[in-house]
């Protein structure tokens, strides 16, 4: 059972273009979702996280927004670079039983010059 | 950010040898470790929880005698790979929790058997 659902697979996005990426959970003990950014050979490295109880949360040009009500959360990342090309993770994670991180399959961006 | 250090970041060793990789949290105390094995264009699968002083929770489909986890601080936690094979060639990824926030990762370690 895949608890954090992530679309799309792959993204092409021009420069200078708004790359969005989608997560959905289910298990509602989750209050803790970040997003990880991975490039080839590296371990993935924390972007940005928000918790339930504000519904956005901003830093630069990367953006999550939080549907509590839809169990959904979606990072935005404004004026796209080529260097943003990765792979993009979404994660949920929460206290007691949950607290193991879940992670989404991934999203591979590429960003076009 | 938490800083999550790894080693060795690329190790080739010899079928039926065995290998340690380390992984230390620099900047704080790590309740909770996690390894996870990467294919490739593929997501993290958790290998193994461990936490300092306790023995490690393997998951499912995962041999314990082969993926030796030993989480001996808050800071260090090691995998050993014994009598490893070349289908035990992945990439291998730590992470670290801090209480109260969420996992910073490794830098991975890319292994290959020969």
């Known amino acids: 059972q895949q608890q954090v659902k992530q679309s799309p697979q792959s993204l092409i996005v021009q420069k200078g273009g708004i790359s969005i990426i989608n997560c959905a959970y289910e298990?509602?003990?989750?209050?803790?979702f970040p997003w990880y950014q991975q490039f080839p050979g590296k371990g993935p490295a924390l972007l940005i996280a928000?918790?339930?109880?504000?519904s956005e949360k901003k830093e630069g040009r990367f953006t999550i927004s939080f549907n509590k009500s839809a169990k959904q959360f979606s990072l935005h990342i404004m004026d796209s670079q080529p260097g943003d090309s990765a792979t993009y993770f979404c994660?949920?994670?929460?206290?007691?039983?949950?607290?193991?991180?879940?992670f989404g399959r991934g999203t591979s961006l590429i960003v076009h010059p | 950010g938490a800083v999550v250090s790894q080693h060795p970041s690329r190790v080739i060793c010899k079928s039926g040898t065995s290998v340690k990789i380390e992984c230390r949290s620099l900047?704080?105390?790590?309740?909770?470790m996690f390894w996870y094995r990467q294919f490739p264009k593929q997501s993290l699968m958790l290998m193994a929880t461990?936490?300092?002083?306790?023995?490690?929770?393997?998951e499912q489909g995962v041999e314990k005698d082969k993926f030796l986890i030993n989480h001996a601080s808050l800071t260090l936690s090691t995998l050993t790979v014994t009598s490893a094979h070349p289908e035990d060639s992945s990439f291998y990824i730590c992470?670290?929790?801090?209480?109260?926030?969420?996992?910073?990762f490794g830098q991975g370690t890319r292994l290959t058997v020969v």
């Open positions: 992470s670290a929790r801090a209480q109260g926030a969420g996992s910073f």
């Open positions: 461990s936490n300092e002083g306790s023995k490690a929770t393997y």
């Open positions: 298990n509602t003990a989750f209050d803790y």
């Open positions: 994660a949920a994670s929460g206290s007691g039983g949950s607290y193991i991180p879940t």
């Open positions: 900047d704080f105390q790590a309740t909770t």
């Open positions: 928000i918790r339930p109880d504000v």
